[in-house]
């Protein structure tokens, strides 16, 4: 159960009313700055052709805009994120492609699991495909690796491709965080149990699973906490998930840490993800 809050039908129907409130947009326009040797992302103004678009004057510093998507926009990033975790092949490998005309952290983070997680080589080459487009930063790390430990070469190829568009708008030097590559630490067998239980079990079983990932350091358990981080809608999942990234300390979590620090609507979450950066950057140094 990923993303209630992304489908008004279902949100609707299966939230309590007392809980909706907490469940808001975050599908803004990022660009990166670069802080303490690691790229964070900034939300900005930007002009958009599809209308129409509700601009909030909100600041997280004194040069930076919020800009909200149209419920349109917002709905339609939502359902997508929704198929590419939970529907068959080709609507995820779709839904892999069309994340691309969505940027922001969620398309980014669900679009990163994809890429480490999904079984069918054609979902991840075309989640790799996404992220060229995307050329968000946050990604280059776990493209990265996926350019360099999947199994089937034109997901190899197209992960290179979108870290080679990632560099044209960004210091390659900087943006590769980790001095030593984790593992894809495939082959598990609790592991994949835990994955499976992350993404479809219901509130409890994902929470449990979040908790017991830190035990399985590994790129496949950074990137699904990481789409957890920042897509789940319950808040004591995402709190777990960051309190889990914490732990493992892999720097490709840093920018959506970040991203949940800032913007996540639950304070438990923010304070967890500020405590797993300050964990992360300990082990960093």
């Keep these: 159960m990923y993303h209630p ?56 510093s ?41 940027p922001g952290p969620a398309s980014t983070a669900a679009l990163v699991d994809a890429l480490i997680n999904d079984a069918g080589f054609e979902v991840r080459r075309e989640a790799a495909r996404a992220l060229e487009e995307l050329a968000d930063p946050m990604a280059y790390e776990v ?35 980790s001095p030593q590559t984790p593992p894809m630490n495939t082959g598990l067998a609790e592991l994949a149990e835990y994955l499976e239980d992350l993404r479809f079990g219901d509130d409890k079983t994902r929470k449990k699973a979040a908790d017991k990932l830190d035990d399985y350091p590994g790129t496949q358990t950074v990137a699904a906490l990481i789409n957890v981080l920042i897509n789940d809608y319950d ?27 800032y913007d996540d609507p639950e304070d438990d979450v923010r304070k967890e993800a500020e405590k797993a950066i300050e964990k992360i950057y300990n082990t960093i140094q």
């Design 5 to 60: 809050r992304y489908n008004y039908r279902y949100h609707n129907y299966y939230t309590p009313s007392y809980l909706r409130h907490r469940y808001y947009y975050r599908p803004y326009r990022y660009h990166y700055v670069y802080i303490n040797g690691y790229w964070y992302p900034q939300r900005y103004l930007v002009s958009v052709t599809v209308p129409p678009v509700t601009v909030v004057d909100l600041h997280q």
């Design 62 to 102: 004194d040069d930076t805009v919020v800009i909200q998507q149209s419920d349109t926009q917002a709905s339609r990033q939502m359902e997508l994120i929704e198929q590419l975790m939970r529907d068959n092949q080709d609507n995820r490998r779709r839904a892999a492609r069309d994340l691309a005309e969505l």
């Design 143 to 177: 493209l990265y690796r996926s350019a360099t430990m999947d199994i089937n070469e034109e997901v190899q190829d197209a992960a290179e491709d979108a870290m080679d568009a990632i560099a044209k708008h960004y210091d390659r030097s900087t943006l590769l965080l």
């Design 235 to 261: 808040d004591e999942v995402r709190e777990e998930a960051a309190h889990s990234l914490g732990k493992l300390g892999d720097r490709a979590a840093l920018g959506f840490l970040r991203t949940a620090q």
